[in-house]
């Protein structure tokens, strides 16, 4: 335990009753041990009452008729987690559709495309496609504006374009299974799915629309039987991405950040692991850094938001710039010594990275790479650092991380650069056929006329 | 109200020793039942022993004169008059972590009780909503008219000057940089990816069945004038598409 020194200064708000109890540095540490336990551990999240498995009201509705459950199939190759409470969940490793997240796609591109390139190493068929929106919850949760039904038929509607995806290809539906890349997607349609369930005037409401948008299974209602973050693949096919490593990272010190939307908003259905830093975090990220072999130190505001703030990070960046440097980076830097932060949530990075600059004019100078654990993870497996990690859209300094890590960035800057030019040309390398982009309407070219 | 000593409480629910109220009890009542009415509400809010573990842990409540633990409060014990005047500012400090939801012994979620408030207020109008909205309307227009919260071409220099000079470390037109991105969907510069016309068709319908662009038209008629007219125009073009169809089947 360490001690700040506050000089004389004591901190006010006791109330005139309050004495000092004059606890030896032992004392004081013995009778507030159990203040740090119940925040060490995942115990707090644990001493709950009317915790209720929402899949058993799924399963109830889909024998009475009432919906239609999209199943993770054999065929999805599920690999099964233990969640919160110890319950387990299915997580499909293959026949993907990958459910974008705007902010990644918009802001830090490498984050999806490090996703697909480790895919493609490992020969997992996926399906990028134009026929999604983003789940809206950004907006609601910074704006309100939106509500519950908004929110349910947006799931709704892109849950079953997964489900029926695979016709364009000719293939039956329920083919894929939705891997969701946002964070706050994925708290968000879990949350919803749970209110959906509950709710009979919710559901019939919602109906109606996904009616007159034809988004009904045999007349019902579609429900995912799990919703599914990216970092529960990469976390569950860790030990395979291991296979693909070509850089050591053991002497990387990595510090995680979980994201609020990941394991506090319907956290029971977070993935813990007891062989993952005793069970006592959530276990998705440092689970493939562990595995990858890098050191991953923990800090103690490891549980503090990272400052996005939904509304702030656009309208009151005073706030999230403050929280992210005071509360994340600096300690990160100061007590863990970090050489990189890893997180899993499009809003987190793109928060702990941009907002690190600006401490300069507050006297606050930091400088931490920030990167998500599916491109670190694609990194040291040796994709690109520029075409598929695409590490020029991140503001903190990853090229610190790369040098550490002994890729000479310089080069690979400099190859990029270069196939800028092929790109002007129009002749850039992907990661699929784009033909396969289009699954409807216009630009969708049927296979039987494909050459 | 503007003499010195007024204070916020005074500007927006009346002066204390006056006995007649800014705010009509009425409306007062009316507020508070459209928070309540939300199926969210009973699942959110199931007591609370004011034990503050929920404000200890709370990110805003580090930097803004906001507590969660005051808001469920307000909520529990039904006063009226101190949820309005949390809905005037204070629920728009909310950072939306749910952290205070993890943490709470009584499994409420001030963080889901602060967007039942943040929704009523747009209902109803407020000024305060106005105000605090109005920096996002560039966000909404993005989002509402084509289903991507955010685009490349809003990330710039002009509006994120605080983020410094590595927006992009490459300098290079935005329009290659993103043709250099090998996932072809998000070859795009005024959306995250590219979407599908018939995707966005389907979203419009979402936003009209929801009450959605109600909301906007309360909030800023503007803003729903320019998204209708979007809409408008995508709608047309996918009426041409089809009838683009049916013609070429006809041949």
């Given at each position: ?432 056929d784009p033909r396969r982009m289009i699954t409807s309407g216009p630009g969708y070219i049927p296979i039987a006329k494909r050459a | 109200m ?250």
């Amino acid at each position: 335990m360490t001690t700040r020194d506050t000089g004389n200064e004591r901190f006010t708000g006791h109330g005139p009753e309050w004495r000092d109890a004059n606890l030896s540095s032992e004392d004081a540490r013995i009778a507030t041990s159990w203040v740090e336990q119940k925040i060490d551990r995942r115990s707090m999240l644990t001493n709950k009452e009317r915790v209720e498995d929402v899949r058993d009201i799924m399963w109830q509705l889909e024998k009475d008729g009432e919906i239609v459950v999209h199943r993770v199939s054999d065929e999805h190759e599920p690999a099964m987690v233990k969640t919160l409470y110890g319950w387990d969940k299915k997580v499909p490793t293959r026949r993907l559709w990958h459910h974008k997240s705007c902010g990644q796609c918009g802001n830090i591109p490498g984050y999806p495309a490090s996703l697909l390139w480790l895919m493609n190493r490992l020969d997992i068929e996926y399906l990028d496609e134009t026929d999604q929106t983003s789940c809206t919850a950004w907006n609601y949760h910074g704006s309100g504006i939106g509500n519950l039904e908004s929110l349910a038929a947006v799931f709704l509607r892109n849950f079953h374009q997964a489900y029926v995806a695979a016709r364009a290809q000719g293939l039956p539906d329920a083919y894929y299974y939705p891997l969701v890349h946002c964070g706050t997607s994925f708290g968000n349609y879990k949350e919803v799915r749970g209110y959906l369930l509950h709710s009979a005037t919710l559901r019939e409401r919602v109906k109606k629309i996904l009616g007159k948008l034809g988004r009904l299974v045999d007349g019902k209602l579609l429900i995912p039987e799990e919703v599914v973050h990216y970092s529960e693949w990469v976390h569950v096919m860790r030990d395979r991405i291991a296979t693909l490593q070509e850089i050591d990272c053991s002497q990387i010190r990595a510090t995680i950040h979980p994201a609020c939307h990941v394991y506090k908003m319907v956290p029971e259905d977070a993935i813990y692991d007891d062989q993952i830093l005793g069970g006592n975090r959530v276990a998705v990220s440092t689970g493939i850094l562990q595995a990858l072999g890098a050191q991953v130190i923990d800090y103690s505001t490891w549980y503090d938001c990272c400052g996005f703030g939904f509304r702030h990070i656009i309208s009151e960046r005073e706030f999230t710039r403050s929280f992210a440097i005071d509360r994340k980076i600096r300690v990160a830097i100061e007590e863990a010594h970090a050489d990189v932060m890893i997180g899993h949530d499009t809003g987190c990075i793109t928060t702990l990275d941009k907002n690190q600059w600006i401490g300069k004019a507050a006297g606050k100078e930091v400088d931490l790479p920030v990167l998500a654990d599916c491109q670190f993870a694609a990194l040291v497996c040796g994709a690109h650092p520029y075409k598929i990690v695409q590490s020029h859209w991140h503001a903190s300094s990853t090229e610190t991380l790369m040098e550490k890590l002994g890729i000479d960035w310089q080069a690979s800057k400099a190859e990029f650069v270069a196939y800028l030019e092929q790109v002007k040309a129009g002749k850039q390398e992907n990661l699929y056929d784009p033909r396969r982009m289009i699954t409807s309407g216009p630009g969708y070219i049927p296979i039987a006329k494909r050459a | 109200m503007t003499h010195a000593t007024s204070s916020r409480v005074q500007t927006h629910i009346g002066d204390p020793v006056s006995e007649k109220p800014a705010v009509a009890r009425a409306d007062l009542e009316e507020i508070f039942q459209d928070i309540q009415s939300d199926l969210r509400f009973d699942h959110e809010l199931n007591g609370c022993l004011n034990c503050g573990i929920c404000t200890a842990t709370c990110p805003a409540a580090h930097y803004y004169d906001f507590s969660p633990r005051e808001i469920v409060q307000l909520l529990w014990t039904e006063n009226l008059e101190g949820i309005y005047d949390a809905m005037q500012e204070k629920i728009w400090a909310c950072a939306q972590c749910y952290t205070c939801a993890a943490r709470c012994p009584f499994g409420n979620s001030p963080g889901g009780l602060v967007m039942l408030m943040r929704e009523t207020a747009i209902k109803h109008g407020m000024q305060s909503a106005k105000n605090v909205l109005r920096p996002f309307s560039r966000v909404m227009l993005k989002l509402i008219s084509t289903g991507n919260q955010l685009a490349p071409d809003m990330i710039n220099r002009d509006h994120f000057a605080d983020w410094g000079p590595n927006i992009s470390k490459i300098d290079a037109p935005l329009k290659v940089l993103r043709k250099a991105i090998p996932m072809p969907t998000l070859n795009t510069t005024a959306t995250a990816w590219e979407v599908n016309l018939k995707t966005s068709i389907e979203l419009y319908t979402i936003w009209e069945e929801t009450g959605v662009l109600k909301q906007l038209e309360t909030i800023d008629e503007n803003l729903f004038d320019v998204i209708s007219d979007i809409m408008d125009e995508k709608r047309e073009d996918w009426k041409d598409w089809l009838a683009d169809q049916e013609d070429e089947q006809d041949d």
